[in-house]
């Protein structure tokens, strides 16, 4: 297997431990993997992914980072806090969707001084030409990271965490993740059939896109860069979106309040609450034995959690 350099960004490996009370409640031992923790802003997943392509825009010698994402794109935040942390300029082409007041991640961006332009488009091709025209005016040298950091590069983030798992010694039978651009799941159930052979991915899809198409691409692309002959396994999805993509679900606030009044962790209502939701809905229908270890990934996303206007609710 080809070995890639990285950025040291996090604080590897993150805690992982078993969930007492919610085991009680659902009958079976729910674990957690806190990548909440990994020790840059409110942490995510998004920071394995950007151990790697940061390391890849300095190695090239870009100076300017680009990326994109929803208004309140947990991606985009920590994409700024570790471009600077490695002393990369960073700009953000956000989509004018969602919630774009200086709420939840918008609070982090301006604390954190990074440059954030909105773009009323749904389109991102449109952003990435732009990303162009502005790298061009400003005459700099711009990698553009994809939306979520979603490339195969990114995916080898969750590759590696599989990998952390599988150190640990501890045995899943079963593995639970969200899935919102792709890279984490396909990171995940790749992942695992490298270094978890006996647990079972189940991703739960957050957003409304052609799931099995992106994730199984960006496995067989991150296969073709870690050179790795491999047999791409099928993505287990399950559809967690609800009334659509950042739209709190009914599903999903009632077990980010599980979550909070059992165990006191805190989840969001875009992509960790919904993807909670997803084993729990499992664990109703009597998928997991008493004796399984059930384990959630937690991507991160409290600062989008703040955005909400709970009131209106
Ligand atoms: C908190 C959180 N969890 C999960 C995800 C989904 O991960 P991916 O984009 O790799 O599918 C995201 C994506 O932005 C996220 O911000």
Redesign the pocket.
């Known amino acids: 297997m080809k070995h890639f350099e990285k950025e040291s960004l996090g604080l590897f490996p993150t805690p992982m431990h078993r969930l007492p009370n919610i085991s009680r409640e659902l009958g079976t031992n729910v674990w957690i993997k806190r990548d909440d923790l990994c020790g840059v802003a409110l942490g ?3 920071v394995r ?1 950007l151990e790697y392509l940061l390391h890849d825009a300095k190695q090239q010698g870009y100076d300017l980072i680009m990326t994109t ?1 929803q208004a309140q ?3 985009a935040m920590l994409t700024a806090a570790c471009a600077r942390r490695l002393g990369l300029d960073c700009i953000l082409l956000l989509k004018d969707r969602g919630i774009t007041a200086r709420k939840g991640t918008q609070i982090l961006n301006h604390l954190r001084g990074v440059e954030v332009r909105y773009m009323d488009t749904d389109s991102y091709d449109e952003i990435y030409r732009e990303m162009d025209r502005i790298g061009a005016e400003l005459g700099r040298k711009v990698y553009k990271i994809p ?4 490339n195969a590069l ?1 995916t080898l983030g ?1 590759i590696d965490c599989m990998r952390e798992i599988a150190a640990s010694g501890q045995h899943f039978d079963h593995l639970v ?9 396909a ?1 995940c159930v790749l992942g695992a059939r490298l270094h978890l052979p006996h647990t079972q991915v189940m991703c739960s899809m ?1 957003d409304n896109e052609p799931f099995e198409q992106i994730v199984t691409e960006l496995m067989q692309q991150a296969a073709e860069l870690l050179e790795i002959q491999v047999d791409i396994p099928v993505p287990q999805l399950l559809d967690m979106c609800g009334p659509g993509y950042s739209i709190p679900s009914a599903e999903g606030n009632a077990a980010i309040e599980m979550m909070m009044q059992l165990e006191g962790i805190v989840l ?1 209502t ?3 609450g919904k ?1 909670f939701a997803g084993l729990v809905r499992r664990a109703k229908e009597g998928y997991y034995k008493a004796d399984d270890n059930v384990l959630f990934i937690h ?3 409290a600062g ?1 959690l703040f955005a909400q206007d709970w009131d209106a609710e």
């Open positions: 995510g997943n998004k992914k994402g794109s947990n991606h939306c979520g950091g979603s990114g969750y993740c969200a899935c919102g651009s792709g890279g984490t799941a990171g957050v969001d875009c992509y960790t993807a991507t991160g996303g989008g």
